[in-house]
């Protein structure tokens, strides 16, 4: 089932989510609909909170980029209880866009490098070192699970320049071709 996306303005986008237990109601099906919704909106990862729900669950799909990144062809995969326990190698500036932020495309500074523990959709632990691109995938996904969005990541110039936009979306203007949640002030 598709789910509609909560875009920037939402309180869910900024609280910190909660770990869930095994015996979460219906997880499968959830991380199921989390896959369809983010493929309907052409994303490459979708956090349970942009759906609505705090808690933490992520799903990536870099298949879609295995033309450039072949190690990346078949990846797709859910996260549960993720967390990153530290950052460490080269920071590097590139592009990054969100679902809950229709639109608005910003260079962000993030490591290359991150270790992290999570569960699989089989509940089973991994605690691992993640480099290159999913690191940055992953960073990006598991800030929603802290309640943060990249826009946290730009300066205050930056921020200020696309002011007029998160304006719009917080007025319930968000321009998008999937369903979204917004908030109207």
């Known amino acids: 089932m598709i789910l509609p996306i909560y875009v920037y303005g939402q309180p869910v986008l900024r609280k910190i989510?909660?770990?869930?237990?095994?015996?979460?109601?219906?997880?499968?099906?959830?991380?199921?609909?989390?896959?369809e919704t983010m493929d309907?909106?052409?994303?490459?990862?979708?956090?349970?909170?942009?759906?609505?729900?705090?808690?933490?669950?992520?799903?990536?799909?870099?298949?879609?980029?295995?033309?450039?990144?072949?190690?990346?062809?078949?990846?797709?995969?859910?996260?549960?209880?993720?967390?990153?326990?530290?950052?460490?190698?080269?920071?590097?500036?590139?592009?990054?866009?969100?679902l809950s932020l229709p639109g608005?495309?910003?260079?962000?500074?993030?490591?290359?490098?991150i270790h992290v523990t999570y569960l699989d959709e089989n509940l089973e632990e991994h605690d691992e070192i993640v480099e290159g691109y999913l690191a940055r995938v992953m960073q990006h996904e598991f800030d929603h699970l802290e309640?943060?969005?990249?826009?946290d990541h730009i300066s205050a110039l930056r921020k200020q320049m696309i002011k007029g936009k998160l304006n719009a979306m917080l007025k319930g203007k968000a321009h998008c071709n999937y369903k979204t949640k917004t908030v109207r002030i």
């Not at 062809?73 to 500036?93: C, L, P, T, W």
């Not at 309640?147 to 826009?151: D, E, S």
């Open 104 to 113: 608005i495309h910003e260079n962000v500074k993030r490591f290359n490098r």
């Open 147 to 151: 309640g943060k969005m990249f826009i």
């Open 17 to 35: 989510a909660e770990d869930i237990t095994p015996d979460y109601p219906n997880l499968k099906e959830l991380i199921s609909n989390m896959f």
């Open 40 to 98: 309907h909106a052409d994303g490459v990862g979708l956090a349970a909170p942009q759906i609505g729900l705090p808690i933490r669950v992520v799903v990536i799909d870099l298949d879609v980029l295995s033309e450039d990144f072949p190690e990346y062809k078949g990846f797709r995969k859910a996260y549960i209880n993720a967390h990153i326990h530290e950052v460490s190698g080269d920071e590097e500036d590139m592009e990054e866009g969100c």
